[in-house]
């Protein structure tokens, strides 16, 4: 049986530098100080985990601050806990991802010019909460902007656009804002399932680029299974397989996706 | 048998605009002078033909002028032309369409604000060739601006804009340009097609909207047949009918659509 592993796999842009700023943080901590991160610096569990014992507490509330520094996470932080922080004069380090902060200031500009804003994409999702956040409230116009989610999956954004096409409208401006990683990671994953009878998909669960890899996966009608590490591997998915395929996520670090590759080397031989 | 005949019939605003201008440019008629169209005024050529015998003559290149008022079609004329009408000091009458003036200024800002210009539509239509002439060359942008003929089909524009959607953009921006009219004809068209079991489409051959009426229903599996006149009407189309649908296009006069009613009236009695 062939093991063959996506082309694309290790952090991306914004998590590498999510992590650094976050390392790079507790590093400098003084006296009584802490470094708190305003919900999962980045969605993998694992390396959120890594960063706890280094120091960084996850928090929900700003409530939760004593004294120290909060991160604003990758995925960005809504308007409002953002004038927040401001108002109560909390010290903070933005993280939030560069392409992430590029759909922000689109829908900014999108609001100010009278557009009413459709963003495609996970609607409970902390990066489509902080989008939504600076949209405001729906107003009625004639003119759409659509952007999505940074780790959409092209089709379903293609879909989402076509029925607002098909609805009547006078003008609709569409921003491609889904991240060159999440295309690149998505068309390696396609690659592979011309191939593979088998795919393990590696990344958080809660993690929305890694759930769309699988999405990708389930759909192409391959056998697919998402994991968040090794130990989740189980012997029978791989009998009586020709090729496995594996994929991971934006925030799945390489020594996750080795691990597994060793430990499905020895489930095979 | 059943005739039923669409709600949207009748001149709409552009050609009932383009063949008032001309009528009154002809009523003014002084001396030696002569009143030219650029082009058909509109795509009805019993209609042009009307206009033909109280004095409009219908050109097709500026060298054909001797002394006399050229009117610039309904569909608009490219860029060059205008400038060689300006340049030569010729007395000229504008008859553009307010619809696809609206068209051709949306690509006057695309091109302005540095946008790759897509248009769906017939390139060798008189509206698609002056909206061209505005785009002028082709230049590389990771910004691409949609428009589409006034008289383009929904579906059509739509497929088209997916297409494009599907390829890499950083930057889409999608003008319906369809005018109200061509919405209206071709909704009113789908309704009769699940009534009707024969379709009866009335307009120009030439006639783009018309053309795209006829389109649709051939599309729905209805037999359907595009005449000018009722002169074209054959006795065997209407052999065990239950029910008749009529609709016509933009430039087709009322008068030829209830001739063609009463001819199919004698026809099936």
């Known amino acids: 049986m062939k093991i063959k592993v996506a082309k694309c796999a290790g952090f991306c842009f914004g998590v590498k530098r999510a992590i650094n700023i976050a390392e790079n943080a507790l590093k400098g901590l003084k006296g009584e100080e802490k470094i708190y991160s305003l919900g999962a610096i980045i969605h993998n569990p694992q390396v959120v985990d890594g960063l706890f014992k280094k120091g960084l507490q996850v928090i929900s509330e700003l409530e939760?601050?004593?004294?120290?520094?909060?991160?604003?996470?990758?995925?960005?932080?809504?308007?409002?806990?953002?004038?927040?922080?401001?108002?109560?004069?909390?010290?903070?380090?933005?993280?939030?991802?560069?392409?992430?902060?590029?759909?922000?200031?689109?829908?900014?500009?999108?609001?100010?010019?009278?557009?009413?804003?459709?963003?495609?994409?996970?609607?409970?999702?902390?990066e489509v909460k902080a989008l939504k956040s600076i949209a405001g409230k729906d107003k009625l116009s004639d003119k759409i902007g659509v952007i999505s989610q940074t780790t959409q999956n092209k089709a379903d954004y293609i879909n989402e656009i076509k029925k607002i096409l098909e609805e009547d409208f006078c003008e609709v401006k569409i921003f491609n804002t889904i991240?060159?990683?999440?295309?690149?990671?998505?068309?390696?994953?396609?690659?592979?399932?011309?191939?593979?009878?088998?795919?393990?998909?590696?990344?958080?669960?809660?993690?929305?680029?890694?759930?769309?890899?699988?999405?990708?996966?389930?759909?192409?009608?391959?056998?697919?299974?998402?994991?968040?590490?090794?130990?989740?591997?189980?012997?029978?998915?791989?009998?009586?397989?020709d090729c496995v395929g594996i994929t991971s996520g934006a925030s799945t670090p390489d020594s996750t996706v080795k691990r597994a590759v060793d430990k499905i080397k020895k489930i095979i031989n």
Request: charged share 30%; glycine share 8%.
């Open 64 to 126: 939760a601050i004593k004294l120290g520094t909060v991160i604003i996470s990758s995925h960005g932080a809504p308007v409002e806990v953002l004038k927040d922080i401001k108002k109560k004069k909390i010290k903070f380090i933005d993280a939030t991802c560069p392409f992430v902060k590029y759909a922000q200031n689109i829908v900014k500009g999108l609001k100010k010019d009278g557009y009413r804003i459709i963003i495609v994409g996970d609607s409970a999702h902390p």
């Open 179 to 241: 991240c060159n990683d999440t295309s690149k990671r998505q068309s390696a994953t396609r690659g592979l399932l011309k191939d593979c009878d088998l795919m393990i998909v590696i990344g958080g669960k809660n993690s929305a680029n890694t759930r769309r890899l699988w999405q990708i996966c389930k759909e192409s009608g391959v056998d697919s299974f998402h994991i968040e590490t090794e130990l989740e591997l189980k012997k029978k998915w791989f009998e009586g397989r």
